[in-house]
């Protein structure tokens, strides 16, 4: 594959979502462990949101082009990497620069496309399913069994928990901020889900569980949540935060039920991750996961493809909050 000297990428200063622009740039420097991607879509978070904002600046030594995750061949190999050859169709968790047409990812972080999906589809999985199989099954222990609840249940991370949750054996609930919303996340296997807007979670997971509460809560909107999560939290309960969507303080808590009820409050980021642990990661994905999306199960809904010069349209798309599962630039479009 005869690599170009220029690519385009998206460029942007911290702000609203005009300020992003399709410029023209040298391509990013290989690593020995890393695989170059010719870029065939892009999924986007809402950690690229935030980012381009200027409230979630990348880590010191990322690229900090925007993308976590993209979908492509690979144009070029690391000296050191080795079980890739060119041409190979991968999808993967970038540390950023996915909004290009060639990004720079360390090869542990790189899966393969599963079976009979699109680049697209491909594009639209490892930023949801490293963060939920990290926070969810590993930090969070939720087993076959237990009961799970997550907030934001139609966001591309809520529809991946939703969806995994149901495959490996627990029993989900779910909030949304629409009735439409509430429909999609049973759809993708919640028991229930409650519209946030007009219906009380703590009192309908209290009586959905028998009073028990649930096992495993995945928290996404922070403060005005807190101790109506640890309410909601059965004996030995795991509360993750992900995110604070509404705030992250808190101006006053009572910890007496972490105590008495044996509760942990955890939670991650994954971007701040090393590579290693990065890599850890996707050795469990390709092991448990990967089977699962290679059978077509537990792919997540994609909501809208946009052509990669209408980024701006992605994200007022995701910030408008209307979207059901997740956002994806086609760079073929
Ligand atoms: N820690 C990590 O490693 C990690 C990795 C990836 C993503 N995340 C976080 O996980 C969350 C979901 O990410 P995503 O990419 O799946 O995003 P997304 O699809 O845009 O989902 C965000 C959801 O949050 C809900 N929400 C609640 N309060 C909100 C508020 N104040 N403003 C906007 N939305 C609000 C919205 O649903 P309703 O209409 O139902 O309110 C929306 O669907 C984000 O907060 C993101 O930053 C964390």
Redesign the pocket.
Known sequence: MTLPTTMRYVAHRDGGAELMSIATGPLPDLRPDELLIRVQAV????????QRSGL?PPPPGANPVLG?ECAGEVAAIGAEVTGFAIGDRVTALANGGAYAEYCAVPATQCLPWPKNVTAVVAASLP??M??VF??VFIMGKLKAGESFLV??????????ALLLAREFGAISYA????DE?VAACVALGAKAAFN?RTQDFVEEIRTATDKRGVDVILD??GAPYFARNIRSLALEGRLV??????GSKIAEFDLTPIMLRRLTVT???????SNAQKAAIAAELRAKVWPVLDAGRCLPPVHAVFPFAQVADAHRL??S???????VLDLGA
């Open positions: 999924g986007v978070n809402r950690p690229d949101v935030l979630y976590l930023e949801t490293f963060t990290a926070n907030h934001g249940g139609s966001s591309g991370i809520g529809a991946t909030t949304a901020g629409s919303k946030y996404m909107v935060q992900i995110a604070f969507l509404q939670g991650s980021t994954m971007r701040a991750r995701m910030e909050s209307t979207h059901i599962g997740k956002i």
